[in-house]
């Protein structure tokens, strides 16, 4: 199965990476841009056929390696 | 009394680590990170470089290598280990220091002397050294700017400016014992008259200070 993982940094967490391509896009006058986080999606493909089952071993492998807990939630979409 | 230390693939501070040590009186050796008994070994030092590449994230690989479960179990039992730059990461990463590195502030690779200020002298880092001391030690990273929500993190050394956004100007946090701790720059990178400072010299014996035969 097809499982997208999406590592979010907290809100609360500083982002430098986001503040400096948000300063980018308004010197280039897109000046709507309001926030840009620097997020990061990982994409991976799973042997097995019960999406509940894959769910629990992708959620098992964000909270031991794919997402630290100090900085990032985690967010998993499972496709067929 | 010997030290490990401790060689991930992709750390370039290692040989540093073991000559300053040397220098100092004291004894280290390299430990390849596939290692799974260091019961001979009366502290750890984790060194610097880039450790798997900072895949994924700084120390996030390196803190599954064999190694780090006996580097846990010494730490556990009280025994010295210091984690230098990228050590710390992996030191943050294993869960044996609270918090964790981002990009520093202004996105810039800091490499250049910084000033730091000893501001607790619990840890084996800083036990032999004077309560508001002053040293000057090269800075030498891209993920330095620590953060701790939790507030656990206990800082031993302090920029004296803040060249990257560190929380409370950390250049340096202990757990709460003061057996483990991680430092962000480079101690044995100024223990010669040669590189520029001498500074390092008095974290470094801290360290050595605090090592008791297993």
Known sequence: ?80 | MTTAVVVFPGVNCEQDVVHAVNALGGEAELVWHRETDLSDFDGVILPGGFAHGDALRTGAIARFSPAMAEVGRLAAEGAPVLGICNGWQVLCEAGLIPGAHIANRDLSFICRFVEVEVVDTISILTRTAQLGQRLRIPLNSYQGNWVDPSNAGRIVLRYVDDPNGSQGRAAAVSNTTGNVVGVMPHPERATDDLLGSTDGRVLLESFLHSLVPA
């Open chain 1, 1 to 80: 199965m097809k499982v997208t993982v999406t590592i979010d940094r907290r809100p609360e967490i500083a982002d430098p990476e986001g503040t400096t391509v948000r300063r980018a896009l308004h010197d280039l006058g897109f000046t709507e841009a309001r926030t840009v986080r620097m997020d990061r999606v990982i994409h991976i493909e799973v042997e097995g056929d019960d999406p509940e089952q894959v769910r629990m071993r992708v959620t098992e492998m964000c909270r031991q390696l794919l997402a630290n807990p100090v900085l990032e939630d985690f967010e998993i979409e499972v496709s067929s």
